[in-house]
């Protein structure tokens, strides 16, 4: 099994940043990909962001240009960093990842990201 435990939500202001990390219990260099998902109340689980083991990185189209997604092998972490957040960021953010050699994703408990306007 594989742990995957999400930081540094919290309750921001419209404007300001915030970064999210996600450490892996292994080591991440034999990813297909990890990735950032989010959930508000109502609404379905969403993809924000993902990265592969080469650095290829993806983004959903609402926070293209203000959030970015990164990893550091070394630490088993991967991060997003949060820019110029808007009240609409304000959901519960999961980690996801998906190894090589497993037929299924792992996922974190998740971090609250709240965005007051």
């Known amino acids: 099994q594989v742990q995957l435990v999400e930081s540094g939500g919290g309750l921001v202001q419209a404007g300001e940043s915030l970064r999210l990390s996600c450490a892996a219990s292994?080591?991440?260099?034999?990813?297909?990909?990890m990735g950032w998902f989010r959930q508000a109340p109502g609404n379905q689980r969403e993809l924000v962001a993902s990265i592969t083991s080469s650095g290829s990185t993806n983004y959903a189209g609402s926070v293209k240009g203000r959030f970015t997604i990164s990893k550091d092998n070394a630490k088993n972490t991967v991060y997003l960093q949060m820019n110029n957040l808007k009240p609409e960021a304000t959901a519960v953010y999961y980690c996801n990842a998906n190894f090589r050699g497993y037929g299924f994703d792992f996922w974190g408990r998740g971090t609250q990201v709240t965005v007051s306007s």
């Open positions: 292994r080591d991440i260099f034999n990813i297909n990909a």
